[in-house]
């Protein structure tokens, strides 16, 4: 369910993250290896589960070639269901 404009600062880093990586063709393994931390820590990061620091903050934006104000600024931090998206039919 989406969220209003009023989120946490956490859920503007992990709506940000997840658009400004999709924006750049980046997959979650590759930005997880830039910033030097596990897939598994930086898709906890994307669905808002996180606190992290302003160190990680950094390095994520430099994964993504943008300032560390982009990720704060509001977002709205949409759910996705569980699991891989279907793959389309060709």
Known sequence: MPRSSSGSLRDYVA????????????????????VGCSPRYFRSIEVGQVNLTLTTLE????????????????????????GRPAKKKR
């Open 15 to 34: 709506a940000n993250a997840r658009k400004l990586r999709e924006a750049c063709g980046l997959t979650q393994e590759q930005v997880a290896s830039s």
């Open 59 to 82: 390095l994520i934006a430099n994964a993504l070639e943008v300032e560390a104000h982009e990720l704060l600024r509001p977002a709205e931090l949409v759910r996705r269901g569980r």
